[in-house]
């Protein structure tokens, strides 16, 4: 029998690690404690000695007994998974996907398709792309002309730009543009607001760890897209995933159901601010119900607007590194943003937290322009990019696919977000700080702004402090 420590960090303490097994294999193990009174370690060890899950032969160097032990969980969740429909236990198997050579859209998509998977993704803040990486859809020669043609000139405009921006900081701070570390590092500061003339097209890539439950949502989401490439993407990670976890990907087909979803619309035109409050509870029931929250059991509707304050600050503030309250979750706030595609993307990482309606990418609702574009000079570039991307897609036809790839990161795109007071929190943590991403940070602190002024008693970070 083999000794169970090679699959647990440790034999007498209440918290553990599990180790050595193929990810259906721990599904399998994490699913019997819901039907045994044992431990997971008694389920595991009574497991291994009746060799119920086939891994002796494996683990002794038998190569392929791998599939052996994978083929005996799969039976396990083909009865409890699939048949019974205990979805849950699919939570329990990890899976890590490298995505590579995606455009910015598709990444978009695959980001907000599921709220319970994990992404590292290319940064362009930090990072030059490449001439011509950026994604082909299938188009006729014609078509294809127009496209390349267009790609490449928005490519030379971001070359100009980035240029554009590097002189003008050397200039600004009398720094010597012929020492080879100043122009790389004042380079590397372009890249920032250069982005903005990148069209969505442009390639990108992705780092995904999630479990095979909300990995196969998403699977299902991407194969029931309108779009070639989310489709193909969809059906490339379903692939790949089945190699870890294929029973517990099963049914994740296109769905009529999820393309017969309607699209988020078109950008609203020209937005007068980035960030409005749509909603928020009035300011007396608010204060009151963050005391109630506060102080489960007692009774507030008697106690003044000071008693209920001074409630408030007998648990803030917290600090830097703190969970907000518990009655932070209790208050919502649905805000309206309007912000670049390169904001957005800020935006999207809290997908966890907040729920999003969006707007489909388009030309409609005009462009953001860095303020340090306008400063240099290189605003003028922009424009006459932002007129060759709408030519372009223009000329390939209303609805062609590829046209929604000519998008620039500049274009705004409109997003309706409901949140709570807990992740406002959060919002002005990460994105608040003085070396956030600046039109993300400039719409946290009106966010910020706002929520003080319907809610002045509710004790927000500073967005100097974070993680």
């Given amino acids: 029998m083999q000794p169970l420590e090679r699959f647990v960090s440790n034999l007498d303490r209440d918290v553990y690690a599990i180790l050595n097994l193929p990810e259906e294999v721990v599904a399998v193990i994490f699913a019997y404690v819901s039907r045994s009174p044992l431990s997971f370690r008694e389920n595991l060890e ?108 928005l490519y030379d405009a971001y070359e100009e730009i980035k240029e554009v921006i590097v002189r003008h ?25 250069a982005r903005y003339v990148l069209p969505l097209g442009m390639e990108t890539n992705l780092g995904l760890s999630g479990n095979a439950r909300a990995l196969r949502d998403a699977i299902v989401l ?7 490439e989310e489709v193909a993407l969809g059906e490339a990670m379903l692939r790949e995933a089945s190699v870890v976890a294929p029973t517990l990907l099963r049914h994740a087909d296109a769905s009529e159901a999820v393309r017969a979803r309607p699209n988020g619309g078109t950008p609203s035109a020209q937005a007068t601010t980035p960030v409005r409050l749509l909603s928020a509870a009035p300011p007396g029931a608010a204060l009151r119900r963050l005391a109630s929250a506060a102080r489960p059991g007692e009774d507030m509707s008697r106690r003044t607007e000071v008693e209920l304050i001074s409630v408030l600050q007998s648990f803030t503030p917290y600090g830097p590194y703190d969970v907000p309250p518990a009655s932070y979750q209790i208050l919502r706030y649905e805000v309206a943003f309007d912000l670049s595609e390169a904001a957005w993307h800020q935006l999207l990482r809290h997908r966890r937290r907040i729920d999003f309606t969006w707007s489909e990418p388009g030309f409609d609702g005009g462009i953001v322009i860095p303020p340090l574009l306008v400063e240099a000079g290189a605003a003028k570039t922009l424009h006459r990019a932002e007129e060759i991307a709408r030519e372009a897609a223009a000329s390939l036809g209303e609805g062609h696919s590829a046209g929604r790839y000519l998008i620039l990161n500049a274009h705004r795109r409109s997003i309706q977000a409901s949140l709570d007071l807990a992740e406002v929190c959060h919002l002005v943590r990460q994105r608040g700080k003085p070396d956030a991403q600046w039109e993300i940070r400039q719409a946290t602190l009106l966010l910020r702004g706002l ?16 993680e």
Avoid: C
Avoid at 184 to 191: A, G, I, V, Y
Avoid at 222 to 228: C, D, E, G, Q
Avoid at 453 to 461: E, K, N, Q, R, S
């Fill in 46 to 153: 009574k497991l291994i000695a009746g060799d119920e899950l086939a891994i002796s032969p494996w683990l002794e160097g038998n190569g392929l007994a791998v599939h052996e032990a994978a083929a005996t969980a799969a039976a396990f969740h083909e009865k409890w998974v699939v048949g019974y429909g205990h979805a849950s236990v699919a939570e329990h198997a990890a899976v890590h996907l490298g995505i590579e050579r995606v455009s910015r859209l598709a990444s978009a998509t695959l980001e907000l398709a599921n709220p319970y998977l994990s992404f590292t993704e290319y940064s362009q803040r930090y990072q030059q792309p490449r001439r011509g990486a950026f994604y082909r859809p299938e188009m006729t020669p014609s078509e294809e002309t127009v496209y390349l043609r267009a790609m490449d000139a």
């Fill in 169 to 193: 900081l050397a200039e600004r701070d009398g720094l010597d543009l012929s020492d080879p570390k100043v122009r790389r590092r004042l380079e590397r500061l372009s890249f920032e607001d």
């Fill in 222 to 228: 991407l194969r029931s897209s309108p779009h070639a």
């Fill in 451 to 466: 929520v003080q002024g319907v809610h002045p008693f509710a004790w927000l970070p500073q967005p100097e402090g974070g």
